[in-house]
C-alpha cells in the first residue's frame, strides 16, 4: 500500500516536497515513481529511481526542476519540486513496479492522489 502526501497550493517559482510512504512488501524491491495528472489530460510518469537509488528517470518537462529520492528503511520515496509552474498543477501519484519504471511501464502498485496546484 502506498500513501501519498504533501500536496497543496503554491506560487508560481515556489517549491513543495511530496512524500509516499510504503506499507508491505519488500519496498527495496521495486522501482519507485511519481506520476501525474493533469485536467483533460493522460496521467504521465514525471520521475522514477530504481531499487538502490543508482538509476533514475526524469521527464524532460521537469528536468533540473524535480528530484526523486528514496529511503529504504523508512519506505518512503520523496519528490522535491523546485521552481514550479503552472502547468505543473496536477494530481500526484506515487506509484511502484517490479521492473524498471519508464514510460510505458504499468506499475504494480499505485498510491491515491495528492493535489498540487500551482497559481501564477
Known amino acids: 500500500q502506498l500513501q501519498a502526501s504533501g500536496g497543496g497550493l503554491v506560487q508560481a517559482g515556489g517549491s513543495l516536497k511530496l512524500s509516499c510512504t510504503a506499507s508491505?512488501?519488500?519496498?527495496?524491491?521495486?522501482?519507485m515513481g511519481w506520476f501525474r495528472q493533469a485536467p483533460g489530460k493522460e496521467r504521465e510518469l514525471v520521475v522514477s529511481?530504481?531499487?538502490?537509488?543508482?538509476?533514475?528517470f526524469t521527464a524532460e518537462s521537469v528536468a533540473g526542476r524535480f528530484t526523486i529520492s528514496r529511503g529504504n528503511v523508512k519506505k518512503m520515496v520523496y519528490l522535491q519540486m523546485n521552481s514550479l509552474k503552472p502547468e505543473d498543477t496536477a494530481v500526484y501519484y506515487c506509484?511502484?513496479?517490479?521492473?524498471?519504471?519508464?514510460?510505458?511501464?504499468?506499475?504494480?502498485?499505485w498510491g491515491q492522489g495528492t493535489q498540487v496546484t500551482v497559481s501564477s
Open positions: 506509484a511502484s513496479a517490479t521492473r524498471a519504471l519508464l514510460r510505458t511501464t504499468a506499475p504494480n502498485y
Open positions: 508491505g512488501g519488500t519496498f527495496s524491491s521495486y522501482w
Open positions: 529511481v530504481s531499487q538502490n537509488g543508482g538509476s533514475k
